[in-house]
T-cell receptor, first 115, second 113 residues
């Protein structure tokens, strides 16, 4: 099956620093990648959708200047949490799909802890 | 707004028994459904999907049933094993929702040895 990787798996940072998370589709080209956030014991919340070569579409309530998304190629999307604060601590998960009606395949997630 | 919800937040079954996880959806225009399994600290793992032109689809030890009349989706796991313990999410997709996946709240499956 399709494999999606994320890096890093874990990150601990001080408040005020920026953190970049990478999402890669390893064996397929993803026209669309998605970024989700998940708090403990909750479902996944879609943050934004990115299409290769175009600006990301953010869900309501998600600050685009705080969560910078770049989808530079068909196999790589990055999420940068700028000036992270403790309330940004969460589990960030990306997913990718080949085309519009294809299944979304998820990465293993990145756990961010902001001290 | 439209949403996908689950009847049972926690399901406890005996190892070897069959498990049934249910999901109700409210967007009648949804035409693609997926079940994901999420283990602690990991990303969701695709289990099985079904399109609205079908009412049943089988995989390895799993079966998904779709009842469009009552907008109900279920995941059946045969001979449940300890490794099946996880949170299971159903997700739906509809063109009138921008072809985005909408996730349900999740059901935790606990398998007792």
């Amino acid at each position: 099956g399709a494999v999606v990787s994320q890096h890093p798996s874990w990150v601990i940072c001080k408040s005020g620093t920026s953190v970049k998370i990478e999402c890669r589709s390893l064996d397929f080209q993803a026209t669309t990648m998605f970024w989700y956030r998940q708090f403990p014991k909750q479902s996944l919340m879609l943050m934004a959708t990115s299409n290769e070569g175009s600006k990301a579409t953010y869900e309501q309530g998600v600050e685009k200047d705080k969560f910078l998304i770049n989808h530079a190629s068909l196999t790589l999307s990055t999420l940068t949490v700028t000036s992270a604060h403790p309330e940004d601590s969460s589990f960030y998960i990306c997913s990718a799909r080949i085309s519009l009606y294809e299944t979304q395949y998820f990465g293993p997630g990145t756990r961010l802890l902001v001290l | 707004g439209e949403s996908v919800g689950l009847h049972l937040p926690t399901l406890s079954v005996q190892e070897g028994d069959n498990s049934i996880i249910n999901c109700a959806y409210s967007n009648s225009a949804s035409d693609y459904f997926i079940w994901y399994k999420q283990e602690s600290g990991k990303g969701p793992q695709f289990i099985i999907d079904i399109r609205s032109n079908m009412d049943k689809r089988q995989g390895q030890r799993v079966t998904v049933l779709l009842n469009k009349t009552v907008k109900h989706l279920s995941l059946q796991i045969a001979a449940t094993q300890p490794g099946d313990s996880a949170v299971y999410f159903c997700a739906e997709m509809a063109e009138n929702a921008g072809n985005m996946l909408t996730f349900g709240g999740g059901t935790r499956l606990m398998v007792k040895p």
